[in-house]
């Protein structure tokens, strides 16, 4: 598949030695960039959510290390270059990719930053690679459910954001079937739930989407069950932060409730991404699951809603287990979970 004009997503700017990223904290009313100058900046973006999604969290923290190495000036670098290093693995815990990125550069370490800098651009150099080959894939996938629907008008429904803002910027992974089945001629619809608490899918998704001519409705979580029960979506596609070897796949918050709201409604469930997200966790040895800051629930904008009186809870990442997936693409094809 020919590759759009990539978004960046997250880009290195080798004249200014600064890593920069659209600040999705922002969107969608405002389009900015946010400028890291050093690996400190580049944990606080990662952390906070300026950018976020996993592939693009990995290719961040890799562009991180190229960042310190680029610019270090100390005298011991392996040390210091470590120290970076377990800064990053410190932002978020669930996504594969921030680990398997650090992981990998980890041992150009001792070599030095030039070793280090190489490393990085590998780590990324393969993220867009991923990328491009999922859309090869995607298409399949979409001649595959087109001809099971027996129509080419497909409606999508996705939850969180697992777009173009996500990722290098290409495809993005769960919007990758949504893209190329519009690109190829296909009547496309997408339904996105908002996904509370961060509303990456009304902020993010709908944006994106949107953006790309493509007809989107958001909804709000609550409203999942009605929807799928209405026959409103002919296939659900979700991204993932990591899929395990026995396929349970952890997700934004909300997927699990999707998941089994569409299998109660016989609604296909397909997971995509990339396999620098897989990992060997299972459904009963999952991976850390993130609890982000209360005043994300507690408040919205400014505005308090949860009163002091309450506590709150603050999942960021539930698991869908296998028996709930039907199918899994990954730039290696299709894989078969519970194939319809
Ligand atoms: O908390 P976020 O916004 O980083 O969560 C993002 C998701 O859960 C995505 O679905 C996942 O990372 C896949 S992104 C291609």
Redesign the pocket.
Same mark, same amino acid.
């Given at each position: 598949m020919e590759s759009p004009r990539p978004l960046d997503t997250v880009r290195y700017i080798e004249e200014q030695k600064a890593v920069k990223l659209i600040n999705q904290r922002k969107l969608p009313e405002t389009f900015e960039y946010f400028t890291a100058k050093t690996v400190e900046d580049v944990a606080y973006a990662i952390k906070n959510?300026i950018v976020? $999604?996993?592939?693009a969290?990995g290719i961040t923290a890799a562009y991180g290390m190229k960042l310190f190495a680029d610019t270090y000036k100390g005298k011991d670098f392996e040390h210091d270059a470590r120290r970076a290093l377990e800064l990053l693995k410190r932002t978020?815990p669930t996504?594969k990719n921030l680990f398997r990125a650090l992981n990998h550069i980890e041992k150009a370490i001792d070599k030095g930053p030039e070793a280090v800098i190489k490393a990085a651009d590998e780590v990324v150099e393969k993220e867009k690679e991923y990328e491009r080959r999922i859309a090869d894939r995607s298409l399949k996938f979409v001649e595959m459910i087109s001809e099971k629907l027996g129509k080419k008008e497909i409606t999508f429904h996705t939850h969180?954001?697992?777009g173009r803002l996500?990722?290098y910027g290409l495809f993005?992974?769960?919007t990758a079937p949504i893209y190329v089945a519009h690109r190829n001629g296909y009547r496309v619809r997408a339904i996105v739930d908002e996904t509370r608490p961060?509303l990456?899918g009304a902020r993010l998704t709908a944006r994106e989407l949107s953006v790309a001519g493509i007809d989107t409705t958001v909804i709000p979580d609550t409203a999942i069950g009605l929807a799928l029960m209405k026959g409103l979506s002919d296939v659900v596609v979700? $991204?993932?932060?990591r899929v395990c070897k026995d396929r349970s796949v952890t997700?934004?918050i909300g997927t699990y409730v999707l998941a089994t709201l569409a299998k109660r409604h016989n609604v296909p469930f397909v997971v995509v991404?990339p396999t620098s997200t897989f990992d060997e966790c299972t459904f009963d040895n999952p991976p850390p699951i993130e609890e982000r800051d209360e005043r994300e629930v507690r408040y919205i904008r400014d505005v308090k809603i949860v009163p002091d009186g309450a506590r709150v809870l603050n999942y960021?990442?539930d698991i869908t287990p296998a028996e709930l997936i039907n199918y899994v693409i990954s730039e290696k094809g299709i894989h078969e979970v519970n194939p319809i």
């Open positions: 959510m976020r $999604g996993a592939p969290i978020r996504g969180c954001n697992a996500a990722t993005g992974t769960a961060v990456q979700v $991204g993932a932060d997700n934004k991404a960021a990442f």
